[in-house]
């Protein structure tokens, strides 16, 4: 499960359902603050649920995105 470390406004998703990513791939893009955060992935995985779509206003800790490991 991939949470939220900042408070902001989902600017952009760059992944979708059932996509594999590699290592250290950006998920998504947060704008907090007018800066632009990638919330990267630290391992390959498929992506299983993603939890925002753009122009969600999140928190900090909000669920984001789930990813399966064990691929």
């Known amino acids: 499960m991939i949470y939220s470390e900042v408070s902001g406004t989902i ?3 760059l992944v979708s359902h059932d996509q594999i990513v590699e ?3 950006d998920l998504l893009i947060i704008e907090c603050m007018k800066m632009l955060i990638p919330v990267t992935t630290k391992n390959r995985g498929k992506i299983i649920n993603i939890y ?6 999140i928190n900090e800790g ?10």
Request: no cysteine; charged share 50%.
């Open 11 to 13: 600017s952009e998703i």
């Open 23 to 25: 290592k250290e791939t």
């Open 52 to 57: 925002v779509k753009e122009k969600d206003i």
């Open 62 to 71: 909000d669920k984001l995105i789930d990813m399966n490991y064990d691929i």
